[in-house]
């Protein structure tokens, strides 16, 4: 070591230590994590802030806390690609999702195979998404749920089906159904539903062939990919005055000059010039709302089972001090014990019968 760099370390421990006797350690604590990538820090959390559900920031910058989890399995939903922990919610976002599984039974949709919410405190993520950082996103698949519980293994590596031709940007008429159309106009008349987001492809065949109220046309919006899954996105929630609100939709159902823009040449052109960097993997905590430090560092509830929504309308669990669940012999089927919330009860109205019923995960934070 250089006699600089001891020296200069020297004084660092000097200057920690006048501020640890002000008081000041949080304020180095501070400026330590803010060097470092915010999607490696919040990518990291394995659990979410245990504290009040709020939402801070955007939806492309911001984090959140109180966040809840989607069980892995219910009566009508199948959670996909559990390795990403990606299953966590604000509570209003996993009720929506629960609630729009079971209504959309009613309309021919088996269930739904959900993707993507969010990590546990949000933030930017290590892979994908812009969004999905302040708890109100989630990815749904165009991908019926099949009649059956999926391995782990077959959702991590089921492929995702596209339902758009990726050259003339129309849907693929025999991968359409009107089952898809009443899914989306389903997920867009729940009020808290703000937007929607579809490939082009899919927006125009909803333009061409919805008939009656087409109202709610007007919260399904084109965008880039979005060809195998959609995307549900709801309002800042009553206790989040850090949340920032997206501007409103245009008036109108959206069939019109902005949609034929999609079917130019301009949106699929390929960038010139240098590749810049994306802003999920450039952002530290800096360019974060400063409330994000408190849920990054806020403590984290007692496992797993404790913050995964119960479902059926209930209130979610308490984030804090909640009981741990009654201990699950390794391999036994889980089927609907009283005390034990989570993952079993969501299964409590399916015969149970020979399917194999996942645990929830270790409980390491
Ligand atoms: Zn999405």
New binding site residues.
Partial sequence: MTAFFSGFLGKAGRLLMAAATLGLVGLDIQSASASELAKDLFGGKKLPAATAPASYGFYSKGCFSGGVAIATDGPTWQAMRLSRNRRWGHPKMIALIEKLSREATRDGWPGLLVG?ISQPRGGPMLTG?A??QIGL?A?IWLTPMPDRRLSPTERENMSAVSVVNEKTHRVIEKRWTPAHTRLLERAASYPEVERI?VNPGIKKKLCDTVTGDRSWLRKVRPFWGHDYHF?VRIGCQPGSQGCKEQDPTPRGDGCDKSLAWWFTEEPWRPATGPAKPRARDIMTMASLPKQCLAVLNAPSPVNEAAVTYHGKGGAPTAVVAAPEPEAVAPGKPVISQPGVPATANAFAPRPSGDIPLPRPRPTNN
Wanted: glycine share 0%.
């Fill in positions: 993507d998404h969004s999905h996103d990815d987001l995307h």
